[in-house]
């Protein structure tokens, strides 16, 4: 566009130029003709009667001279006005000039604009072609992922399934071994109450045993047992009013868990609250778990209480999964706290837990006699489980400061 302009301007000049030289080739001849009809008419003016004009009559001559003169002035109004022509040409094409050389400056601005703008889209093709590559790669490198993870869980899947068929196997063989002990049970308590008629009435002292009393002593133990198998209020409980105030710097352990997903796409994965260890479902599997064998939970009891045992479940050996306990804690402290974020507790006893299902622990110290609203309990070790620990139930018993708090 630029190089179009410029020949244009190269034309316009060359033909202002021939026109300049025409009409300074048109004013040389007007200044000859000037110059020769002025030397005419001094020669016409100024002859003899034997001259030029003696040939001639002297209106004749006359004539001639006087045309001469109106000639020269006739080519002096040429000259001037050709003159005013070129002028009039020359500012017209300076003018011209001056807006080709604007109208040039602006295509070489708007040039210079759409390199720039072709640059930029070339730069800014360039990072969205790069971003779409790496798009591309994420998206490959999470489909493997996810291919990965999908064979992962479906292999999970299968071991869960063939645990838990062993664990039905064995939940049968129980159901078959309590079955048979309650026939061997019921087959000897009817011998015993066929013994016991036939046995005259003076061998039984009545006064010293009443069959009707053992019975509801009998009856009421097992209800207490039943209500909740250590016979004592667990002031550590959720339903009655517990809360988990903190689990510290303990990392949940997730590997093992389900995962949760949206759409059919696994998005992240599902952990055990610890609020578990604060209720009364002990179901396998149904404990909150944590990874490494230490960690900790501080507890906002239901009432103040004046702690007097600690209790911690675990699942029976035979049902377990894996058919032994490894997860379970071992070594463990119980701490009373006088708030619940209280950079040191007062140690109340460090234990072992051994026996399984059930164990509960009597305070070994407690030299001020407090009543604490928080307990802290830390788990040290556990029984060879090298990833996580399942702590499945946590109770606090004891006086409580104020009966009335207490919502059990």
Known sequence: MRRREEEKLKREEEEARKLAEEEQKKKEEAEAAKKEAVENSNTGLGVLPGDVCSAKNDDVCQAETLNSVIDSDTADETIAKAQKDWEDLRKSLEEE???????????????QNEVRLADQRSQDAERRLKEASELEQKAAVESELVSALSAEMRAKFEDLKGENNAL?????????????????????????????????????????????????????????????????????????????????ETEPY????????????????????????????????????????????????????????FTIDHIPLELAPNGNASSAPNHFRVLGLDY????????????????????????????????????????????GNKDYTCLYRFRVHGRPHDTDSYNG
Not at 97 to 111: H, I, P, S
Not at 168 to 180: A, H, N, Q, T
């Open 97 to 111: 000039r001056e807006r080709l050389k604007e109208e040039v400056a602006g295509w070489e601005e708007y040039r």
């Open 168 to 248: 039905k196997e064995r939940i049968l063989l129980l159901e078959s071994g309590l079955s048979k002990k309650l026939d061997s049970l019921s087959s000897e308590l009817k011998e015993l109450k066929k013994q016991v008629e036939e046995e005259p009435e003076s061998t039984v002292d009545t006064s010293t045993t009443n069959v009707k009393e053992v019975q509801d002593m009998i009856s009421k133990s097992l209800k207490l047992y039943a209500a909740d198998e250590v016979g004592m209020p667990d002031y550590a409980l959720e339903s009655s009013g517990a809360v988990v105030f903190t689990i510290g």
């Open 254 to 309: 997730t590997r093992d868990t389900p995962w949760m997903g949206v759409f059919g796409i696994s998005i992240w994965r599902s952990c055990k609250t610890p609020r578990l260890a604060i209720q009364k479902d002990n179901s396998p599997g149904n404990c909150w778990s944590f990874s490494g064998d230490k960690g900790s939970l501080t507890i906002q009891l239901s009432a103040q209480v004046f702690p007097e045992y």
């Open 340 to 383: 619940g974020n209280a950079p040191k507790g007062h140690v109340l006893g460090n234990y072992e837990f051994t026996e399984f299902p059930i164990q509960t622990f009597a305070v070994q110290q407690n030299p001020y006699e407090k009543y604490f609203r928080f307990v802290k309990v830390e788990i040290l070790s556990n029984h």
